[in-house]
């Protein structure tokens, strides 16, 4: 009777569903085609050794002599890496003989796949078996997995990342959640666990936050799931600020250090020397992503020189524990929100938190407040700079807030008012509401603070709530006899007054403006009487009035260059060519307008101009385009949550007339909501 064949090789068989990570095993299926060692380098638990032993196992046909598990992470006497390869190749040990020319001479001639679990902390030995191993059999293929790569010649390398997070937005199908790699991990892992768990539409919400909370971690996920037995995903997910209390209790056949999250990244921390282990706990004050001067500014100290800063981050992303990405022209870096937890409790065990956050707070008031000239005559590329730092922002706020410090609080949160004006409108009340409950902040701040406020509520169209604020600005630049900020808050004041209706003061606070401003040179306060005047014109019907501040107000935008000006008085000159009936003019201002609201991402201007571009097709028989414009200016107009400008309304209302009467009701509201 025949035996069956037998198979070479020890890796051992799944015992739990592989999930996802299709392009990377592509990618190392392709990589081992050509190259004779790949190393899949990525941070504790991502799944670099689930995935080496998955693709040995799919090509170990393929070896005449099998493929075997070389696992490291017991080994600690460097000198012990050959006697394990040896170990797992079933090969004895001879006392009278070296290891490593024994076990050369055994693989000189062999045609195997090796898979080299867990060489990050034996990096320099394991480097040199590989290399010898390499040299002398030319039929041995070699995967190794790491947390840092090996640095041996001939190396290919395939960065492990965490799972594919779900994108987080509800209006996503239930199936196609199904689908995404880290809900599918948790789904599964979590029916094994309880024996009856599914995702539907009621937990859907609590098993998305948990995945992306976790960073896509494959084993803090799994560890996560096992917690279903005793937990609904709503518990689990409500108690992640104390994860590494919650994630514990990993399958008996796991690894030690497997076994709980915080085990899986204390055993990186290990590995680090004292500057990389002090460098690491300072980066948790960063909320998001963070720059090389901004490790410099607040994470340094006379231990840790700026000098050092570098060279200490470079060994902290090799080591897999930071993540580098490049933003224009700018690298940055981020600490998965995992190893951020991880860090502050070591910050905290080393007393140093609240210092830290005092020099972070410190740092990014100061900059912000240098940075305010900029914000408005360099606004695209100032935006960039938000865009990098405004998680760094948020954080420091939220600082600010919990110890109610509203003198740093208001000082920070008026000096990035264009990022609220232009991208935030909603979020900017909230921080400035919260803000000045707090207490108050310096007599510059506190003016900002309130003109602010009811400049943001002008642009939601709010103009109950803009008053109030608005009175206090000019009783505050009053009292501290600045003409420019009187001359902005009374501009601000008289729009505000025109979209209440109360034109009287309307015109008595603009009057009061020109007075104020006429001998004053200032950009601002010339651009904002030009604005406040436009929107008079509009609201009393004088649309001469309006072309003439406008054209102006254009030119002098053009001439300083802010962009964000020069987009609302585009929007003033569209506006009174749509009136005039110049349609080709108006279409002109609108999408010239429009260009750079997308640019800079204004939500409240792209609506108006939106609008106005729709009136224009109106006006011009196409009247499904004009459809279009309009349901795409309401749909933005709901994301910058702002109500339609009161001085819109007719014009809009004339081109949804203009549009239905074309091609009917039912045709325009498909077109609509196209």
Known sequence: MARPARRLGNLPAEATSFIGRRNELAELRGKLSTARLVSLVGPGGVGKTRLAVRIGTDLERGFRDGAWLVELADIRDAGLVSNAVMLALDLRDQAATEPLPLLLAYVR???????????????????????????????????????????????????IPPLALPSGQQAEPLGQLRQNEAVMLFTERAAAASGRFDLTESNRTAVVEICRRLDGLPLAIELAAVRTRVLTVE?????????????????????PRHQTLRTTIEWSHDL?????????????????????????????????????SLAVLSS???????TKEDVGAVACYRLHETMREFARLKLREAGEEEQLEERATEYYRSRCRQSVEESRYRLFEWLQWMDLEMDNIRAVLGRCLSRRDSLNGLDLATSVGWYWITRATTEGVRWLDDLLACG??????????YFL??????????????????????????????????????????????MAGDRASAMRLLDEAVIVISPLKDFPARISLLQAQALNGFFGGDTEAVKAAATEGV???RDAGDLYSLEMML??????????????????????????????????????????????????????????????????????????????APMIAYAEEVAVAAIGQSKFDAALNA
């Open 272 to 308: 680090l020397n004292a500057a990389e282990r002090s460098m690491l706990k300072r980066l948790c004050v960063f909320a998001g992503r963070f720059t090389l001067e901004d490790v410099e500014s607040v994470c340094t100290s006379d231990a840790l020189p700026a000098a050092q």
């Open 453 to 498: 406020r009811g400049f943001l509520a002008v642009l939601k169209a709010d103009p109950t709530a803009a008053r109030p604020v608005l009175e206090r600005a000019v009783g505050t630049a009053r009292e501290l006899s600045e003409p420019l900020f009187l001359s902005q808050a009374l501009c601000m004041a008289s729009i505000a007054g025109n």
């Open 109 to 159: 001639d062999k045609q195997l796949l090796l898979v080299v679990d867990n060489c990050e902390h034996l990096l320099d030995a394991a480097g040199k078996v590989i290399g010898e191993i390499m040299k002398a059999a030319p039929g041995v293929r070699v995967i190794a997995t790491s947390r840092e790569l090996l640095s041996v010649d001939g190396e290919h390398i395939i960065p």
């Open 316 to 322: 902290l992303v090799d080591k897999s524990l930071l």
């Open 571 to 648: 929007l003033n000159r569209g506006g009174t060519a749509l009136i005039a009936g110049d349609l080709e003019q108006a279409q002109g201002f609108y999408r010239e307008g429009l260009t750079i609201a997308q640019r800079l991402d204004d939500r409240v201007a792209q609506y108006a101009l939106l609008d106005g571009l729709g009136c224009v097709a109106a006006g011009s028989a196409q009247p499904r385009v004009a459809a279009q414009l309009l349901g795409a200016a309401d749909t933005v107009r709901t994301q910058a949550g702002a109500s339609l400008i009161p001085i819109l």
């Open 235 to 255: 518990q689990i997910r409500d108690r992640l600020n104390d994860r590494f209390g919650l994630l514990t209790g990993g399958g008996r056949a796991a690894l």
């Open 440 to 449: 108050s902040g310096s007599p510059d701040a506190q003016f900002w603070a």
């Open 555 to 557: 030119r002098l935008s």
